[in-house]
């Protein structure tokens, strides 16, 4: 059974796995670098979209030991049986804007990116598919890598950490919904 990270883009998922990795001794499998390596994903507009039932079996396929998982993608082509923790890093909103800026989304794309962030999505797909007894979640907002990481590994040692994040009431008193909902 492996460890998980995921979250939105952004958030500093492949940077924290590496640390793990390295602490752990355990080797990645970067889900988006084996999606497009297997020419899995497929541009729509500004998004690239993937087949993540063919994505599930190749995966399935490659998790033979012990692995850190990293990924957005994991809650839509991993089973419950692969995972020993999931942990769904999740990122103030407000500090994402500029990474996705940075980064050259769209106004459209980072909406999307930001809402999906402030509703949880992600963390809701986790937990359904994992279940809550696995997975946890940590903001990272305003924590250093080393932080993160220190959290991380004892989540990973069995330390219970879940921190509990509520962007859409912080959202809602900045009076924001629309600026990130509204089309």
Same mark, same amino acid.
């Given at each position: 059974?492996?460890?998980? &990270?995921?979250? !939105?883009?952004?958030?500093?998922?492949?940077?924290?796995?590496?640390?793990?990795?390295?602490?752990?001794?355990?080797?990645?499998?970067? &889900?988006?670098? &084996? =999606?497009?390596?297997?020419?899995?994903?497929?541009?729509?507009?500004?998004?690239?979209?993937?087949?993540?039932?063919? +994505? =599930?079996?190749?995966?399935?396929?490659? &998790?033979?030991?012990?692995?850190?998982? *990293?990924?957005?993608?994991?809650?839509? *082509?991993?089973?419950?049986?692969?995972? #020993?923790?999931?942990?769904?890093?999740?990122?103030?909103?407000?500090?994402?804007?500029?990474?996705?800026?940075?980064?050259?989304? $769209?106004?459209?794309?980072?909406? @999307? !990116?930001?809402? $999906?962030?402030?509703?949880?999505?992600?963390?809701?797909?986790?937990?359904?598919?994992?279940? =809550?007894?696995?997975? +946890?979640? *940590? @903001?990272? $907002?305003?924590?250093?890598?080393?932080?993160?990481?220190?959290?991380?590994?004892?989540?990973? #040692?069995?330390?219970?950490?879940?921190?509990? *994040?509520?962007? +859409?009431?912080?959202?809602?008193?900045?009076?924001?919904?629309?600026?990130?909902?509204?089309?």
């Amino acid at each position: 059974m492996s460890y998980v &990270i995921t979250g !939105n883009p952004g958030v500093g998922k492949h940077t924290i796995a590496n640390e793990i990795s390295k602490n752990l001794g355990l080797p990645i499998l970067d &889900i988006n670098k &084996i =999606a497009k390596e297997s020419g899995l994903f497929e541009k729509n507009e500004e998004t690239n979209d993937v087949d993540v039932e063919k +994505l =599930a079996k190749i995966i399935e396929k490659k &998790i033979t030991t012990p692995i850190v998982i *990293v990924g957005h993608l994991t809650p839509y *082509v991993l089973n419950s049986s692969q995972v #020993k923790k999931a942990i769904v890093f999740r990122k103030n909103p407000y500090d994402l804007i500029p990474v996705y800026e940075k980064r050259g989304y $769209s106004t459209e794309k980072i909406k @999307d !990116n930001i809402g $999906s962030e402030i509703l949880g999505v992600i963390l809701y797909d986790t937990l359904e598919k994992f279940g =809550a007894e696995k997975t +946890l979640q *940590v @903001d990272v $907002s305003s924590k250093t890598i080393e932080e993160v990481t220190k959290i991380v590994l004892e989540i990973i #040692k069995g330390e219970v950490f879940t921190e509990e *994040v509520d962007w +859409l009431t912080e959202v809602a008193e900045k009076n924001d919904l629309q600026k990130f909902f509204a089309d």
